[in-house]
């Protein structure tokens, strides 16, 4: 288990010893943690584990970076009802947490240099900042959830799920470790740049939603990336929706896609 501040300890251990001593749980929750980083950061997230889970059970999970919007958005609630009313199967979700907070010596936020691998090819300083977020998501923060809750380890099992900056991360992630993850949920990426990249070596597919009043056009990057991915062998469907960069929008399509990719089954 990865060191994590005092502070949690306490939790982090009733949560870690949860499914060996309970037969279900009574009550979905959402259990946030911070895991002390091999690059001397503090980096933070939670994991939404749905109830009446059996300590047996392996469950679907999706990853999700920009995890702060599973709060903010008040997505814990959204996956209880559409469990509770038999709309989707039970999974679990882990949210890696972005960092808001501004570069010194930069106009932009960590969250920026950390998911855009295009911005990264500029600067040193922020290649390093890509590289060690990088490292984080794939050797600290997926094998962190893998011990605390009760998911799948195979990648047909495993999800992305990323708006934003953090879309255009799911991207490259895809592109970098091929097997890890086989399918990407990418809303209004903004920019991704995979010219160097070349064939995807295992069966990865890719859902990509923007709106049509987003700033960058639709007639040009949008159209571009996904034929670029599609060159490399990723399968991709992607749709248009009447809006903007939105979080409200992200919400609904978010709902839509669990009813449609993880159907209620009954035992």
């Known amino acids: 288990m990865k060191k994590i501040s005092c502070c949690l300890i306490l939790s982090l251990l009733v949560s870690a010893s949860f499914f060996s001593c309970q037969k279900t749980t009574e009550e979905s929750e959402f259990n946030e943690f911070s895991i002390n980083c091999k690059d001397g950061t503090v980096r933070f997230g939670g994991i939404y584990i749905p109830k009446g889970i059996k300590s047996k059970d392996v469950l679907p999970v999706i990853y999700m970076a920009d995890g702060l919007v599973f709060k903010d958005c008040k997505l814990k609630k959204m996956i209880d009802s559409l469990i509770d009313i038999k709309a989707i199967r039970p999974i679990v979700v882990a949210c890696s947490y972005e960092n808001k907070k501004a570069i010194p010596g930069y106009n932009i936020a960590y969250r920026n240099a950390e998911y855009i691998e295009a911005l990264a090819k500029e600067d040193n ?38 708006t934003s900056n953090s879309a255009d991360f799911g991207i490259t992630l895809s592109l970098r470790n091929p097997g890890l993850i086989s399918e ?15 064939l995807i ?33 990723g399968k991709v469907h992607s749709w248009i929706f009447n809006g903007g960069h939105d979080r409200a929008w992200w919400r609904y399509w978010f709902c839509q896609e669990l009813k449609q990719r993880f159907p209620y089954e009954a035992k």
């Open 125 to 162: 300083n922020l290649g390093q900042l890509f590289e060690n977020h990088y490292n984080f998501f794939v050797s600290e923060f997926i094998p962190y959830v893998e011990k605390e809750a009760p998911v799948s380890k195979s990648a047909q099992n495993r999800l992305f799920f990323g």
């Open 184 to 198: 990407y949920w990418c809303y209004s990426p903004v920019f991704s740049d995979i010219r160097e990249y070349g």
């Open 201 to 233: 070596v295992s069966p990865t597919s890719y859902r990509v939603c923007w709106g049509a009043k987003e700033e960058i056009g639709m007639y040009d990057y949008f159209p571009s990336l996904l034929n670029d991915i599609r060159k490399r062998g």
